[in-house]
C-alpha cells in the first residue's frame, strides 16, 4: 500500500454529524487502499473522545487543538496581510511541523485536501500528486454574507470573498484535480476559474441507508397530539440561523393560524442567542445536542430547509429523505440534489408556499413522497459508488 497525506479541518468524526460525514466516509475510502497519514484540528472540546477511533483509521494522525475564539483573533492579521481570514484561522506551527516531518519520513508522494483553508500545509510540496475537495465554493458563501449583511460585517465578508476565491483559483491552477461536492458547485468554479477548468470535477455526498432508516424501531420525542415539523443541523451556522429565523417569521404563523397544535422543532447542537431566543415563542422548540437525531425526524410529520444562503448539497435533506419524511426545500437548499419536486419533495420560495407546501403535507393520507424520496436515496446516493473517482484522481495524470 502506499502512503497519503490526508488534511482535514475538523476531525472526520462521528460518522453521521452534519459536517463530519463527507470527511469521514472519505477517510473511510482511503483507508482501504493506502496508508493514510492524518492532520486535523479538534475544535469542539467533546471531539476529543473521537480521537481514539480515527486513529485506528489511519498509518498515523495528528490532532491539533483549535480554538475558535483564539482563532478569530489570529485570522484578523490577515486583513493587514491582505489575505484569507480562513487561512490564519487555520495557521498553527505544530501541524505544519507534523507534515513536513511526515511528508519527510515516508517519502509521500499523494496528498488529499479537504477544503481551501487546508491547502496552505501542502502548498511547499508541488512534486507530489495533489487533489483538493473543496466540498463548496466558500468563498462564495462568504459573498452571500456579506450581501445579507449591514457594514462593516459586509466589508469584511467581501475581502474575505475576494481574498479567499484568489487562493481558491491559484490551488486549482497548481493542484492535480479540484473536486466539489455537485455539478452545479463544479460549474460555479469553473465560471469564476476558467484556466482550471479541465481539471475540476465533482462528486456526490451519500447517505447510510442502513443508518438512516424509516425501518427501525425509534421512541418519538415528541409529546402526544404534537403536530410535528423540524429542521436539523448545526445551530451555530448562520445560514441555518437565518433559515430558522426567516421560517418562524414568515411561515410557521400562518400553518399555527391552521392547525393550532402544531410545533417547529430546531434540531441541532450550539444553538446561538438567536436561536435560544425564538424558543420564547409559542410553538418553537430548540433542543440544542441530542443523542440522536434520527427519532425527530422519523416522528416529525414533515421535514423542512427553509434555507436562503446555501452552498454545495444539504445533509439534512438528503437524511430526511432516506428517513421516508416529507421534505420540503428551498430552491437553494435543493440545489445540487437529483429529486423531482411534487414527487419526492416539495419545493417553496416563500412564507406563503412554505406553508401551504407543509399544510398540504400534514392533509395526506399516505406517505407515497416520503417512499418515493428514500428509493431516490437508495438508488443515487451510495457512498461506495460515488466515491469511486478519488483512486482515478489520485493515481492518474
Same mark, same amino acid.
Given at each position: ?51 481514539? $477511533? ?10 491539533? /487543538? ?14 493587514? $496581510? ?14 505544519? @511541523? ?8 515516508? &517519502? #509521500? ?14 502548498? $511547499? ?14 468563498? =462564495? $458563501?462568504?459573498?452571500?454574507?456579506? =450581501? ?41 468554479? @469553473? ?14 455526498? &451519500? ?21 410535528? #415539523? ?27 393560524? @391552521? ?8 434540531? &441541532? ?17 430548540? /433542543? ?36 421516508? /419524511?416529507? /421534505? ?21 420560495? =416563500? ?39 478519488? &483512486? ?6
Amino acid at each position: 500500500m502506499e502512503d497519503l497525506l490526508l488534511l482535514i479541518h475538523r476531525i472526520p468524526y462521528p460518522p453521521n454529524k452534519g459536517d463530519k460525514i463527507r470527511s469521514y466516509h472519505l477517510l473511510k475510502h482511503l483507508a482501504r487502499d493506502y496508508r493514510v497519514h492524518l492532520a486535523t484540528f479538534v475544535d469542539d472540546a467533546d471531539d476529543w473522545q473521537h480521537v481514539p $477511533k480515527v486513529e485506528a483509521m489511519c498509518a498515523s494522525s495528528h490532532f491539533a /487543538t483549535l480554538n475558535p475564539l483564539l482563532g478569530r483573533v489570529r485570522s484578523l492579521g490577515a486583513l493587514v $496581510k491582505n489575505r484569507s481570514l480562513s487561512l490564519d484561522y487555520y495557521d498553527d506551527a505544530g501541524l505544519r @511541523r507534523w507534515v513536513d516531518q511526515t511528508v519527510a519520513a515516508h &517519502g #509521500i508522494k499523494r496528498v488529499l485536501v479537504f477544503s481551501s483553508a487546508m491547502a496552505q500545509y501542502a502548498d $511547499k510540496y508541488p512534486e507530489a500528486r495533489r487533489v483538493i475537495d473543496f466540498c463548496d465554493v466558500d468563498s =462564495d $458563501k462568504w459573498r452571500q454574507y456579506a =450581501d445579507k449583511k449591514t457594514w462593516p460585517m459586509s466589508w469584511l465578508y467581501r475581502h474575505e470573498a475576494r481574498q479567499l476565491l484568489d487562493y481558491e483559483r491559484r490551488v486549482a491552477r497548481d493542484y492535480d484535480a479540484s473536486l466539489f461536492v455537485s455539478e452545479p458547485e463544479a460549474a460555479l468554479f @469553473r465560471q469564476l476559474a476558467p484556466e482550471s477548468d479541465a481539471r475540476i470535477g465533482w462528486f456526490s455526498n &451519500g447517505v447510510d441507508t442502513d443508518y438512516f432508516t424509516p425501518h427501525a424501531d425509534y421512541a418519538s420525542p415528541y409529546a402526544p397530539g404534537e403536530i410535528a #415539523i423540524a429542521f436539523t443541523g448545526a445551530m451555530d451556522y448562520w445560514p441555518n440561523v437565518d433559515a430558522v429565523q426567516w421560517f418562524a417569521a414568515e411561515a410557521l404563523p400562518l400553518l399555527r393560524q @391552521r392547525y393550532p397544535a402544531l410545533q417547529f422543532y430546531i434540531v &441541532g447542537a450550539r444553538p446561538s442567542a438567536d436561536v435560544q431566543e425564538l424558543a420564547k415563542q409559542d410553538g418553537i422548540h430548540v /433542543t440544542g445536542t441530542v443523542p440522536d437525531v434520527r427519532p425527530y425526524i422519523a416522528h416529525a410529520r414533515a421535514a423542512v430547509a427553509p434555507l436562503r444562503i446555501a452552498r454545495g448539497i444539504q445533509n439534512k435533506v438528503l437524511e430526511a429523505m432516506a428517513m421516508a /419524511t416529507p /421534505t420540503v426545500v428551498s430552491p437553494q437548499a435543493l440545489e445540487g440534489i437529483h429529486a423531482e419536486p411534487g414527487r419526492e419533495l416539495l419545493l417553496a420560495q =416563500d412564507g406563503a408556499g412554505f406553508a401551504e407546501a407543509v399544510g398540504s403535507l400534514l392533509e395526506r393520507s399516505d406517505n407515497t413522497m416520503g417512499l418515493a424520496a428514500r428509493a431516490r436515496v437508495e438508488n443515487h446516493y451510495s457512498w461506495p459508488s460515488n466515491l469511486a473517482c478519488i &483512486g482515478e484522481r489520485l493515481e492518474c495524470s
